[in-house]
Each structure stands twice: as structure tokens, then as C-alpha cells.
């Protein structure tokens, strides 16, 4: 896998951020679900780099014990972390818009497939 730019690198994170704050609105994912895939296939980081850095993104209000045990691993990468978060806030405010806006069977079918790609993705992917 090429390496990104440096600035192409902030432009997956910021655009990783915005989609997985949409879904976050959308259907109550994104961290773990979108964020996590996205660094692994993305930008080639381990898992454990990848859940290290959701996780730290997620710090103060619910993780700050799981990323202080990733981050005594050295699975965090606090830049990456930053980068996603200054637009998952606004991608899950637009997000939650949408899934307001939509009826309760359609927001269902748009999270089990959200669910199911990434399940295939996750199982049988590269």
C-alpha cells in the first residue's frame, strides 16, 4: 500500500471524520464501525493503532481508561485522533438532521446495511 501525502493524509482524516459523524447521527455509529476500517484500510494502520486512536478520540467523555491502556501500548496516534474529531462533530450534527428527518423503518435498513458491508468487509476483506 502507497503511503499518503501528508496532506493527503489529513484530507482522508477530516473526510473520515465528517462520514463517520454523519452515520453517527444518522444510526448511532461511527467510531468503532466507520473511524476504525477507515485506518486500517485508508492509511494502513494496525488494528490496534486504529482502535487506540478511536478510542482517544472518544476520551473524555466515555474512554479515558481504555486510552490510557492503548496509549501505554503506544497504540495512539494523538494527531490522527484530533483530525477526526474536529469534523465527526459536525458530520454527526448534519447526520442526526437526516435521521430525524426520516422515517423509523428507513433508518433501519440504512444501519443493517451499514452493518452488513462492513461485516463482509471486515470477514472476507484484504
Not at 104 to 123: A, D, E, H, P
Amino acid at each position: 500500500m502507497k503511503k499518503a501525502s501528508n496532506m493527503q493524509e489529513i484530507l482522508i482524516l477530516l473526510g473520515v471524520g465528517l462520514v463517520a459523524g454523519v452515520f453517527s447521527g444518522l444510526v448511532g455509529i461511527g467510531g468503532g464501525l466507520i473511524i476504525v476500517p477507515a485506518l486500517v484500510y485508508f492509511l494502513g494502520f494496525t488494528q490496534h493503532a486504529a482502535q487506540g486512536s478511536t478510542l482517544f478520540m472518544f476520551l473524555f467523555p466515555i474512554g479515558i481508561l481504555g486510552v490510557f491502556n492503548y496509549w501505554q501500548a503506544g497504540h495512539v496516534d494523538w494527531k490522527t485522533a484530533l483530525i477526526i474529531a474536529s469534523t465527526f462533530i459536525i458530520g454527526a450534527f448534519f447526520g442526526s438532521k437526516i435521521a430525524i428527518s426520516l422515517d423509523k423503518q428507513t433508518v433501519q435498513r440504512i444501519f443493517g446495511v451499514v452493518m452488513l458491508l462492513l461485516s463482509i468487509k471486515m470477514i472476507w476483506g484484504k
